[in-house]
């Protein structure tokens, strides 16, 4: 039955997610893009900086926004991106 | 953000070799990725694991990979892995190799390996030409494509590798592109605990060498076509299953049960002789 | 081990092809790879046979160029292994010999030669694969290859031939002529105590540490094999010890292929085996080898009846080449005689090692190896 | 045609002896005509042996009457000129049969939609006009032959479209009768709108306490197979044979699925439940809520991560135990033939937003009816605390809106949704019973509590201190601070106005019809009412049938119900699907064609525009073979045929010949020949005529089955005979009884508007009109429009024509 679904739910809150800590090997990265294009939550971009292969590594937008499905870690042609839940303190 | 701490999967890498040769935006190393982590998703014992290759880029997985390794010559990996498998069969025996290696040069003895249905386990990466010697046209080379051996646009036919691994025998056909890891390294996992002839097509960018003469120049570019192109037909026709700039059909396409040829042999051996060494035992029952 | 029931001891009538199987079983060879040709077919259906009986394998491939590979990749998983071809299929092989070479895969080549080049004559014999044998495959490296003369040395060479591959991580080749392999004779088969037989040596040190290209004192590597417990790498590229690719090190390169031609020079002594018939004396000396040298015995013997101080020096092994032996016996000989079924091949290495002393060739190709009249005209014309 | 003098009288053979009977239908006809002066008149037509005129011919002493007659008289004809042969047809059909007479010797004039009902105000017209019908209907019946009905076997299986309280009843209705039921739904889980409803009134039972078991009881009847998350893709055949084809969406979760939830657990993406709402959060991987059936769960691919093949996150795939989870599979196509369908498609609920003054979707404590059920359900989001959405906090004002979305011309429908004023009486006793200190207004237009229980529920809520104010708030202002609102009003009994200060609002919504009925209407060709509901076979006497064969109707799907009205619709439903399964077979009206070999040609064009495929074209002998089961009756391969070796019986050639010149005999030029289609165009007549819309009486309305069975010859014979207009009425394209017959009425229409633009004719003079049942003005306003138009046809224009046509016809024969 089609309803308007336009409200926040109200238990939008109650909800929790693990935190995630992504780690990033900068100097292994080749700079392919792979991870900042197919991250379903856009969580990286490119940095300015540049590694020890003259690339630019990615970097972290907005940690909070990633969801830790490793698909980062997946797409990885250089195993220099990998997730991990960030260890569970209270209101996790 | 930590950095220190080591990757997951860097264990199963010869650290020595890191970093591995493959160019930015090349797809080897994520096929190397998905191969790891297959194996340590099923728990594998190393010692029984044993990853050959032969010439070409991506020949030089089997060094990176910590395991019991050979880097054959050109063409010959499966018929190296042939007598590694029926020397020991408990051996688990994956050859990662590339398209012009296994099907070119080599594939006399791929589709006679599919026919004996011997237990060895195939993933090939098919990235469309030859990258290592600089680019030129390969069995796999779409019509029309620009290689640096097809500067007027490729005439030859291109294989259509799951058909021929199909048609030859395989009891387990399968392919992906590198976009599709997850996929990917689920079938690897159903590969490497299959009985007799395996066989995964992965399609992979090789925007440096292939790519930037036909209109992509990234990886990313080379992704996003597998992205728009791909079409998940499990089990459809492998005959069907050919790969246009519009469409690149995935999927499993063959998963059957048929005796390998290690096994038919131990089995006979076990019946001339019952008191014949060490092979025969864990065939005999 | 199943060894005992596995040896057909006594005295047998075998052909060659059958006397170099049983050999390679006696020498505990359980893998064989090959492809039909003439007129090495004997040596695969007779395995094909006894292989399954004592639990060994024999597999027909799709060609010589995948026996070879597969031959290689037994020997790597700790089988003994061989493979058995021709002229052609031993062209077709010579990329993976010098794989095997590179890699040092133990591992033995039976060459049936047949009258080349290329399809030439099947069924008839020759001895024109000599360099093939030894220079076949493309870059530097040194070989071990033997030539029996007798069905019975068909079985005992293949023996050798194994404990020489075995011992220097070397591929060993046994280059036949088809005349013997074809040949009817008596072939007496000791039991296994008496047979003596050398494997590869295996690394002693704990798995961690292995390095599977560092060599002991004599030049060879301890050698590992895929299922122990040692997780190597092997590669065709120039490596290192650790079986690492070094294709950029010249430093490297030298170590290696050095090594690689080293470890058989250096011992070559312990490795060449000839006879020499009545050569104390002789100013007189026929060089052969194969079927060749049992004309050549015959002439000498007719020579020395004429009161020529003729002898026969046979090379049993003719990679590494003989050369001291040469040497030796072209300092007392006033000129020595080459008789070889091709257009002048081992004779090269003989004039090479006889310095001054002069050398005359017989050549023969087709049907019939030299008649001992041929050989003693020779010794005539000569003495 | 041959008259069959061999043939038993009964038969029709022998003289022709016709009865005619006109009606007065109390004073519904003889209230604006003269019944007896029609009846006289009838008397002096052809072959009438007996004319007279009674009060109610379909009374038993009016049927016994006939049956007298025919004895006593030896009549082999009888024509009763009274209300739509839509409706009594079978009635007198039975009445002859009783009597010996076959049922196809019997012809109605329709005197009663089609004159009386339409021309109130014209005493005289309408008497013409009844005389006119009545010549027609004993020409035509002087021509009927007797006809044997063939019978076609019935599938002992039945399709249930909807899985709401009104599907499930009839599905376990039919099923414990013994039948094979398909029950198909949408969503993935049965239940509809009853399960989110907190209680049921008047009686207050927990509305899912009483459905989750008939819903368990679907899920293992072992006589259903019920068709989850699916849709009915095409539905082909008729009565007693329907093929479906239902297409099943994946919900790539396989069968072992154990509904454990661990993948729902571990799923990174949520999105408002539908089923709460959208008060509460769901995962990508969900159940759509606790009692589903069948309890699976499902991947919502609009939101899940993973696209276009590419599996990005694989959480669910790796919390899942069995392995259930499946990203590859596809919708399927699934199969069956059954021998009836009940559409219990359901109804929709108004959106609110469509009214800005009551600033729904942009106050969050103004909520409709539906957010309310699940707010104050123990289930719901809140744990069954009513919490206004702005602060959480229980409201201690209540205010409920009705009529929202309904019985208005401006916002939204015109009718009564029927539900809503009983559900807010419940609502506000819902509340009063947990929080009795709330203070509660029902702002009402009409409180209608016409059921059983309804007026004591009315009565308690009036006593627990419910206020009910007449009179809806022109518009809602919220407090930006306390966001608190204010109804702004007028109370139209105390002719005041008021300002009424609360903390939240309940806009009590109407119910619609499904956005998506119109596929439904299109697949099944059913007809709909002018509100859009689905429009039963005769609102008093077929209430639960559709006009389709072997169709029925239950719940919402017909009109705005209740739960307790739905479920006795849909058992309804069920004995009447059962009583025609029971039967086991069903007889095939003798419309089928008729086919003379002398005259055939051998072309096939027949077979090209029959719907059906009843036709085949035997190239050996040179003949056309008829599958008369296949066919269904529309006429279009006999109007095709160029060399009149077909022709369509109790529809033939001659008989509708007849019909045209009985019509055009006197006055052609002031009358307008309507060939309307017996499904849509006539029954939008009589549609027109219940609704007594009034129209110039200048129209002769002759029946066929289709408007495909309308051979060009037939305008041309109007035409020639002088008529002044033609009018071709039929369904809608693509709504077609037949399929699609009626695209062959458009080819042949245009391809006479061009001949007569190249003769110089004005082609205004024949019109084609799509029209169905429903619109009944829809037809009136075009007689209206074809009068005046036919006014301005001048006497030459009218020769033209003859001449024209006169030659066409005599070339054509």
């Avoid at chain 3, 591959?165 to 036949?176: D, G």
Wanted: charged content about 25%; overall charge neutral.
């Amino acid at each position: 039955m089609p309803v308007r679904l336009w409200r926040t739910p109200l238990d939008t809150e109650k909800v929790k997610f693990p935190k995630a800590e992504i780690h990033i090997i900068k100097d292994q990265c080749k700079g392919c893009g792979f991870c900042i294009q197919f991250c379903p939550k856009k969580v990286l971009e490119e940095s300015e900086e540049i590694n020890a292969r003259g690339v630019h590594p990615p970097k972290i937008v907005d940690e909070d926004k990633c969801i830790i499905c490793s698909f980062c870690t997946a797409v990885c042609p250089d195993f220099a991106i990998f997730v991990l839940e960030k260890p569970c303190k209270e209101g996790c | 953000m930590v950095e220190e701490m080591a990757h997951p999967l860097s264990k199963f890498l010869r650290e020595a070799m890191m970093p591995h040769i493959w160019c930015s935006g090349c797809g080897n190393g994520i096929i190397l990725n998905c191969f790891v982590q297959a194996i340590d998703d099923l728990q594998m014992n190393l010692d029984k694991l044993v990853v050959v290759s032969g010439i070409g880029c991506i020949g030089r997985a089997a060094g990176y990979t910590n395991v019991n390794s050979f880097h054959t010559t050109h063409g010959r990996p499966i018929a190296f892995a042939t007598g590694v498998k029926l020397a020991n069969p408990e051996l688990d025996v994956v050859i990662v190799s590339g398209d012009g290696d296994l099907f070119a040069i080599g594939g006399n003895h791929f589709i006679h390996a599919a026919r004996r249905n011997i237990g060895v386990k195939v993933i090939c990466a098919n990235n469309f030409n030859y990258g290592m010697t600089g680019g030129q046209q390969g069995p796999t080379t779409p019509l029309e494509a620009l290689t640096t051996t097809t500067p007027y646009g490729n005439i030859e036919h291109p294989f259509n590798l799951v058909h021929l691994a199909a048609a030859s025998g395989a009891t387990f056909v399968a392919r992906w592109t590198t976009l599709h890891a997850r996929r990917l390294t689920q079938s690897i996992v159903k590969l490497l605990q299959k009985e007799g002839f395996c066989f995964i097509e992965v399609v992979t960018p090789c925007p440096e060498i292939f790519g930037r003469h036909n209109k992509m120049r990234t990886g990313l570019e080379m992704m996003e076509w597998f992205k728009k192109a791909s079409v998940v037909e499990h089990f459809s026709d492998p005959a069907k299953a050919e790969i246009t700039s519009e469409k690149i059909v995935v999927g499993e396409f063959v998963d059957i049960e048929k005796p390998s040829y290690e096994r038919l042999l131990h089995e006979k051996i076990a019946q001339i002789n019952k008191k014949a060494g060490e092979l025969v035992r864990e065939y005999a029952s | 081990m199943a060894k005992k029931e596995t040896l057909l001891t006594g005295a047998h009538f075998m052909n060659g092809d059958v006397a170099c199987a049983e050999g390679a079983i006696a020498a505990g060879c359980r893998f064989f790879a090959g492809y039909p040709i003439t007129p090495a077919t004997e040596i695969a259906e007779h395995l094909s046979q006894r292989m399954p009986e004592i639990g060994g394998i024999y597999i027909q491939m799709e060609d010589e160029i995948g026996s070879i590979a597969a031959v290689i990749g037994a020997s790597y998983t700790g089988l003994k292994a061989m493979t058995a071809t021709s002229g052609p299929g031993f062209s077709l092989m010579q990329e993976n010999i010098g794989l095997a070479v590179m890699t040092e895969a133990p591992c033995v080549i039976v060459d049936v030669m047949r009258g080349g080049p290329s399809t030439g004559q099947p069924t008839l014999p020759g001895q024109q694969d000599v360099m093939q044998a030894k220079w076949g495959s493309h870059g530097d490296y040194e070989i071990i290859a033997l030539a029996p003369s007798s069905v019975q040395e068909m079985f005992d060479l293949t023996v050798e031939a194994f404990n020489l591959s075995e011992t220097y991580r070397v591929p060993t080749i046994l280059l036949v002529d088809e005349i013997v392999a074809h040949m009817w004779e008596k072939v007496v088969i000791l039991s296994s105590e008496k047979i003596k037989i050398a494997n590869r040596k295996k690394p002693n040190v704990p798995t961690e540490k292995y390095m599977p290209f560092m060599p002991d004192d004599n030049l060879v590597p301890p050698m590992a094999c895929f299922g122990e417990g040692f997780s190597f790498h092997a590669t065709g590229l120039t490596h290192d010890e650790h079986g690492y690719p070094q294709t950029q090190s010249s430093e490297v390169q030298q170590r290696l292929v050095n090594r690689l031609c080293d470890k058989i020079r250096k011992n070559a002594d312990k490795i060449i085996r000839v006879e020499e018939v009545m050569l104390d004396d002789a100013d007189m000396v026929v060089v052969a080898y194969g079927i060749v040298a049992r004309a050549a015995l015959s002439a000498v013997r007719k020579a020395r009846a004429e009161g020529i101080k003729a002898g026969l020096l046979r090379l049993i092994t003719l990679w590494p080449f003989p050369e001291k032996h040469v040497g030796k016996i072209a300092k007392q000989a006033k000129a020595i005689v080459v008789a070889e079924m091709n257009c002048g091949q081992l004779v090269r290495e003989v004039e090479r090692s006889a310095k001054e002393t002069p050398v005359v060739f017989l050549s023969k190709l087709g049907e019939d190896p030299h008649t001992p009249i041929e050989i003693l005209d020779a010794i005539r014309r000569n003495s | 045609m041959t008259e069959k003098k061999d043939l038993d009288p009964k038969e029709g053979g022998g003289e022709i002896r016709i009865g005619v009977y006109v009606c007065h239908c109390g004073l519904n006809i003889a209230g604006s005509m003269n019944c007896e002066e029609v009846a006289k008149f009838a008397a002096t037509l052809p072959h009438v042996v007996l004319a007279q005129d009674n009060r109610y011919t379909c009374s038993d002493q009016g049927q016994e009457l006939i049956k007298k007659d025919i004895k006593e008289h030896n009549l082999n004809r009888v024509v009763v000129a009274s209300c739509s042969p839509r409706l009594h047809e079978p009635t007198f059909r039975k009445a002859c049969e009783d009597a010996g007479l076959n049922k196809y010797l019997f012809e109605m004039a329709n005197i009663r939609e089609q004159c009386s009902w339409v021309h109130l105000h014209d005493r005289k017209a309408a008497t013409e006009k009844a005389k006119d019908l009545v010549k027609m209907a004993v020409a035509k019946v002087a021509l009927l032959q007797s006809a044997e009905e063939i019978e076609v076997p019935i599938t002992r299986k039945a399709l249930v479209i909807g899985g709401g309280v009104a599907g499930i009843q009839a599905a376990l209705d039919l099923a414990d009768t013994g039948y094979k039921v398909y029950l198909v739904e949408k969503e993935p889980s049965i239940g509809g709108m009853m399960a989110r409803i907190d209680k049921t009134f008047p009686t207050m039972d927990c509305s899912i306490c009483i459905l989750a078991p008939k819903m368990s009881d679907v899920g293992h009847h072992p006589n259903i197979e019920l068709l989850a998350n699916s849709q009915v893709a095409d539905v082909k055949g008729y009565i007693g044979n329907f093929h479906v084809k239902v297409l099943k969406k994946p919900l790539y979760v396989k069968k072992d699925c154990s509904a454990c939830g661990d993948c729902s657990k571990v799923c990174p993406v949520i999105a408002p439940n539908e089923f709460d709402a959208g008060l509460a959060i769901r995962h990508a991987i969900y159940t759509p809520f606790a009692q589903a059936v069948p309890s699976t769960y499902i991947i919502d691919m609009n939101i899940c991560l993973n696209k276009d093949g590419v599996i990005v996150c694989d959480k669910c795939i790796k919390a899942c135990e069995r392995q259930a989870i499946n990203f590859e599979m596809k919708p399927e196509t699934i199969e069956f033939d059954v021998g009836t369908i009940i559409v219990a498609t359901g109804a929709d609920v108004f959106d609110p937003s469509a009214l800005p003054n009551y600033g729904y979707s942009k106050y969050p404590n103004v909520i409709t009816s539906l957010e309310f059920e699940r707010l104050i359900n123990a289930g719901g989001p809140s744990g069954g605390h009513l919490i206004r959405p702005s602060d959480m906090q229980i409201p201690k004002r209540v205010a409920f809106i009705q009529c929202v979305g309904s019985r208005s011309d401006k916002n939204g429908r015109l009718y009564c949704s029927n539900v809503c004023c009983m559900n807010t009486i419940k609502d506000s006793l819902l509340i009063k019973e947990h929080w009795p200190e709330t203070e509660i207004y029902v702002f009402y237009v009409d409180i209608r509590a016409y059921g059983k229980g309804f007026e004591d529920l009315y009565n308690r809520a009036r006593k627990e201190g419910v206020l009910f104010i007449r009179g809806l708030p022109a518009e809602i202002i919220e407090d930006r601070k306390t966001q608190d609102l204010w109804l702004i009003g007028e109370n139209t009994l105390q002719k005041e106005l008021y300002k009424v200060n609360v903390d939240m609002a309940i806009l009590s919504i109407g119910l619609e019809p499904r956005k998506d009925s119109e596929t439904i209407q299109r697949l099944l060709t059913l007809s709909r009412t002018q509100d859009g509901f689905f429009m039963e076979a005769h609102p008093k006497l077929r209430p639960v049938d559709a006009a389709t064969g072997g169709i029925f109707f239950a719940g919402c799907a017909e009109a705005p119900k209740d739960i307790k009205d739905s479920v006795t619709q849909a058992s309804a439903a069920a004995a009447r699907a059962g009583i025609l399964m029971a039967k086991g077979k069903v007889t095939v009206e003798a419309i089928t064609p008729i086919f003379n070999a002398e005259k055939c040609k051998a072309c096939g064009l027949c077979t090209k525009v029959c719907p059906y495929n009843a036709l085949s074209l035997n190239k050996d002998l040179k003949r056309i073979e008829i599958i008369e089961a296949a066919c269904g009756g529309c006429g279009t391969c006999a109007a095709e045929c160029p060399f009149d070796a077909l022709t369509q019986s109790h529809f033939t050639d001659e008989q509708i010949i007849a019909q045209i010149e009985a019509v055009t005999e006197h006055d052609a030029d002031k009358k307008i020949v309507a060939f309307c289609c017996n499904w849509c165009a006539y029954a939008g007549a009589d549609f027109a005529g219940v609704s007594r819309m009034q129209y110039p009486p200048s129209v002769r309305i002759i029946r066929t089955m289709c408007s495909g069975r309308v051979a060009p010859k037939f305008v041309e014979r109007a035409f020639a005979r002088g008529a002044a207009t033609v009018l071709v009425a039929g369904c809608h394209p693509g709504d077609c009884h037949y399929i699609n017959a009626n695209y062959q009425t458009q080819k042949r229409v245009e391809r006479l508007w061009k001949k007569m633009e190249q003769q110089g004719l004005n082609k205004e003079r024949l019109q084609l009109l799509w029209a169905s049942a429903a619109e009944g003005e829809r037809f009136a306003s075009k007689i209206r429009e074809m009068q005046t138009m036919m006014e301005k046809v001048t006497r030459e224009e009218i020769e033209n024509a003859k001449k024209v046509f006169e030659k066409a016809l005599s070339e054509g024969s």
